[in-house]
């Protein structure tokens, strides 16, 4: 099987993104030929006994100098702490501009490795090198990076691109089920928002695609990297809200993160959650029929994704309704949602009704 490239066009921080089997082999050679000579991996304490072996092997067949920093897993290194100790370590080796990063790993490392670039020197070059399904299909491209702080996720960020992408399909074997079947929903999202065919794809493979063939993967991967590339390169820093496209789901999705505490619910989990609650809330607009609604829910239970819920304790839908009030995505207190309009259509819909999101919320009890 052969390598496909996405470009994503932003002027002067245009790059490639790389998807096929074996790409990280291509990691030394894209380095140099642009231009470093010598690289700083960063990666997921979960993938240093393979992914970035293969990694490192790659850098120094083609004669970049490197060396690896471990990160712990888990959300929790998404954070300043971390990330104080990353600056730390490459002043302590003398880091120049010739010295790109490279993160390895899932969109923990991705981002976190993504902020530090981003600040460190006041910029240096970062590579993706994204391990999960949720790195390969959305938070490795686009550029957005960050931290979270005690007081939200994300708090802390910049847009930073990264200078190249390689989105090795084979490092999603070693994914345990619960994240790769986390990685769907946003390739879901991405039928929903933009592309009826990947909609209709998804349900004809709805269980094949659990066996991770290669022509599988890298067919999910690729339309997801286009479709991303193209919202990307017509909104890069989310200020005409057609990036804001990307949130379908996502805003219902936080809040249940928040409310149960990260760790009960994987993102992708609480994204299937939120796309079904969005859909539910646009068939009470009147936006869509319920038929839609029905058919995104069978998707997401074909595809082995919660539509609730897991059982234990509920948060009540006042704490989920605060949460919401304080999403980035909601103006000046009043709730904004993403929602469809048809199958690979949506809109930013202001001032939705309060109580009819507590309707929805309901569904929950
Ligand atoms: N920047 C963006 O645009 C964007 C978009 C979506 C999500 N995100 C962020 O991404 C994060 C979630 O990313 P994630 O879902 O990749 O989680 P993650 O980075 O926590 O990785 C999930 C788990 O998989 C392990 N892992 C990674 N690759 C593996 C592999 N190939 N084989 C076996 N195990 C592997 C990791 O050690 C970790 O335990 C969140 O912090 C979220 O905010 C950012
Ligand atoms: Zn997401």
Not at 232 to 259: C, K, M, P, S
Not at 299 to 315: F, K, Q, V
Request: glycine share 10%.
């Amino acid at each position: 099987m052969g390598v496909s490239n996405v470009r994503v066009d932003l002027a002067e921080r245009s790059y490639e993104i790389a998807i096929g089997p074996g790409v990280i082999q291509q990691a030394g050679a894209a380095l140099r030929a642009a231009g470093a000579r010598r690289a700083v991996v960063i990666a997921d304490s979960g993938v240093l006994s393979n992914h970035a072996i293969t990694l490192e092997g790659a850098l120094r067949h083609a004669g970049v100098d490197s060396f690896t920093i471990p990160v712990p897993s888990g959300e929790s290194s998404k954070s300043a702490a971390e990330a104080g100790r990353l600056w730390e370590i490459l002043a302590a080796a003398a880091i120049d501009r010739q010295t790109h990063l490279v993160a390895v790993g899932g969109g923990v490392v991705g981002d976190l490795a993504g902020f530090v670039a981003a600040t460190f020197a006041r910029g240096l070059a970062v590579w993706q090198v994204p391990t999960t399904l949720v790195a390969q299909v959305d938070s490795a491209i686009g550029g957005k990076t960050g931290i979270n702080l005690q007081g939200g996720k994300n708090l802390v960020g910049a847009f930073w691109q990264p200078r190249g992408v390689l989105a090795d399909i084979e490092t999603l074997v070693t994914l345990p089920e619960r994240e790769f079947t986390s990685g769907l929903a946003e390739v879901v999202k991405y039928g929903m928002i933009l592309d009826a065919e990947l909609f209709g794809w998804l349900e004809e493979h709805a269980d094949a695609v659990h066996l991770r063939r290669p022509e599988d993967l890298a067919h999910i991967v690729r339309r997801s990297v286009e479709l991303k590339a193209s919202v990307v390169e017509r909104d890069e820093h989310e200020r005409t809200g057609l990036r804001a496209i990307l949130n379908y789901g996502h805003t219902f999705a936080h809040a249940y993160e928040t409310a149960c505490g990260y760790g009960r619910l994987l993102h992708g989990e609480a994204v299937a959650i939120g796309m079904a609650d969005a859909a539910d809330l646009a068939v009470r607009l009147g936006r869509i029929p319920a038929e839609l609604a029905v058919r995104q829910e069978r998707l997401l239970e074909a595809l082995r994704l919660p539509i609730r819920l897991p059982a234990g304790p509920l948060p009540t839908a006042d704490e989920l309704m605060a949460v919401m009030a304080r999403d980035k995505k909601s103006l000046h207190g009043s709730l904004r949602f993403v929602l469809p309009d048809a199958l690979g259509s949506v809109a930013l819909v202001p001032d939705v009704d309060g109580s009819l999101v507590r309707h929805v919320l309901a569904r929950q009890g």
